[in-house]
C-alpha cells in the first residue's frame, strides 16, 4: 500500500467518479494518506457530496507524467474529522482561498478506507494490484 500512497503524493491530481444513475467524473486533489485512509475534501453543496451520501462507490486514476496509471475502488467514508479538515486547511493553500477555514460549514471532508488498487503501465510489464 506505501507503493499506492508514494504514487498518490507525487500526482496529487486524481479523475474521480461517482455516479447518480449516469457516471461522473471530475478532477480532484488527493491530499494525504493518514493510518492507511486516503484523505480527499469537497464542499457540502456541491454534487459530489450529494452524489457520495447517495452511493458511497467511487474510483479514481490518476497518470504520471512517464504514464505509469493508478486506478484504485473503494468507498468514500463522510468523516467530518475536524483535525484532518485542519491540516488540510494549514496545507493547502488552495483549498484554503475556497473555504476560508476549518470551521467553514461548506468545508467537508471524506476519506478512502478499503479498497483495491491497480497500478499498470504500458510496457508490458505485469500490473500490480493491491488491497487495502
Request: hydrophobic share 40%; proline share 4%.
Given at each position: ?100 477555514s476549518a470551521e467553514s460549514p461548506e468545508f467537508t471532508v471524506f476519506s478512502v478506507d478499503h479498497g483495491t488498487a491497480y497500478m499498470f503501465d504500458f510496457t508490458g510489464n505485469i500490473p500490480e494490484s493491491f488491497t487495502f
Amino acid at each position: 500500500m506505501q507503493k499506492v500512497i508514494d504514487f498518490l503524493s507525487a500526482n496529487t491530481t486524481v479523475f474521480l467518479a461517482t455516479s447518480d444513475g449516469s457516471a461522473r467524473v471530475r478532477p480532484f486533489q488527493f491530499q494525504f494518506a493518514e493510518d492507511g485512509r486516503l484523505w480527499f475534501c469537497t464542499g457540502r453543496s456541491k454534487q459530489t457530496f450529494a452524489q457520495l451520501q447517495a452511493d458511497p462507490r467511487l474510483e479514481f486514476s490518476c497518470v504520471s507524467p512517464n504514464m505509469v496509471t493508478l486506478r484504485v475502488k473503494g468507498e468514500a467514508n463522510l468523516d467530518d474529522n475536524m483535525q484532518i479538515k485542519k491540516r488540510i486547511i494549514e496545507n493547502n493553500s488552495l483549498v484554503r482561498s475556497i473555504y476560508g477555514s476549518a470551521e467553514s460549514p461548506e468545508f467537508t471532508v471524506f476519506s478512502v478506507d478499503h479498497g483495491t488498487a491497480y497500478m499498470f503501465d504500458f510496457t508490458g510489464n505485469i500490473p500490480e494490484s493491491f488491497t487495502f
